[in-house]
C-alpha cells in the first residue's frame, strides 16, 4: 500500500423520492487498500459504490479521482472510467461459452491480450474445466468466478465488490477471496467490497467502514475497527445489538 490517494470524497450526498440515503462529510481511499464497507441493509452501501464507479451521479458534493474532481455536472471520460470495475452481487453473463465472456472487456476495448495471463486467471478461479461451456448454465458459484474473471482480465486499478460471495457455498467463498487477495498483493490495486459478512470483512480487509442511516459512523483499520471500536452505534453493530 501507497500514500496515493485514489478517491477523495467530500461533502457527497445522494437522494431517492426526498430520502437522503447518503451523506458523506469525507472519505478518502488510497492505493492498495482492502476497504470493507459494512453496516445494515439500507445504509447506503451500494449507492456509495455506485457513485465511485461513476453509474450515478452525486447530488452535491465533489467526488476527486486520481487527482481529477468531479460533481453532479461532471463525470471522467470513457479512459478514466474504464480504471474502475464492479462485480456485482448477481453478474449478468452473456450465453456464449465462459472463455469468450472473459475475454469479452479486451474484445470491446480492442486490446491484445495474453492468453497465458487468461489461462493464469481462469486456472486459479477453477475455471479451466468450464471454460467452453455456456455461461447462461452456470451454477451461482460458478457465475460468479467469471464474473470476477472477466473484471481482473483488463488489470484495472481499482475493483469494486458488492456482495461477491452473497449465498455461495463455503469451496467457492475462498476461492473468490483468495484471488482477490492475490490480485491486490500482485498488482497493489485498490479493493472496495461491500459486504454483511463480518468474518469476511475481517479476512479480506485492511480497513472498515461503517455506514448507517447514508452516514459513515466510524472507520479504521481492521484490527482497530474490530479490537477496540469508538463509536457507540459500531459496538452494537459488532455486537449484535443494533437495532433498525
Known sequence: MTDKVIYNLQNISKTYSDKTVLDIDSLTIRKGEILGLV????????????????????????????????????????????????????????????????IYPLKIRKQNYDSQRVEKIINKLGLTQLKNQRADKLSGGEAQRVSLARALIFNPEV???????????????????????????????????????VFQAKRLATKVSLLYKGKIVEINDKD???????????????????VY
Open 159 to 197: 475493483i469494486l465488490l458488492d456482495e461477491p460471495t452473497s449465498n455461495l457455498d463455503p469451496a467457492n467463498v475462498k476461492i473468490i477471496e483468495d484471488m482477490i487477495a492475490d490480485y491486490r498483493n500482485e498488482f497493489n490495486a485498490t479493493v472496495v467490497m461491500v459486504t454483511h459478512n
Open 224 to 242: 482497530e475497527f474490530f479490537t477496540n471500536p469508538k463509536h457507540k452505534v459500531t459496538k452494537q453493530f459488532l455486537s449484535g445489538d443494533l
Open 39 to 102: 453496516g445494515p441493509s439500507g445504509a447506503g452501501k451500494s449507492t456509495l459504490l455506485r457513485i465511485l464507479n461513476f453509474i450515478e451521479h452525486t447530488d452535491s458534493g465533489e467526488v476527486h479521482f486520481l487527482g481529477k474532481v468531479y460533481n453532479k455536472d461532471s463525470l471522467p471520460d470513457l479512459h478514466t472510467r474504464r480504471k474502475v470495475t464492479t462485480v456485482f452481487q448477481r453478474p449478468y453473463l452473456m450465453t456464449s461459452s465462459v472463455y469468450q465472456n472473459i
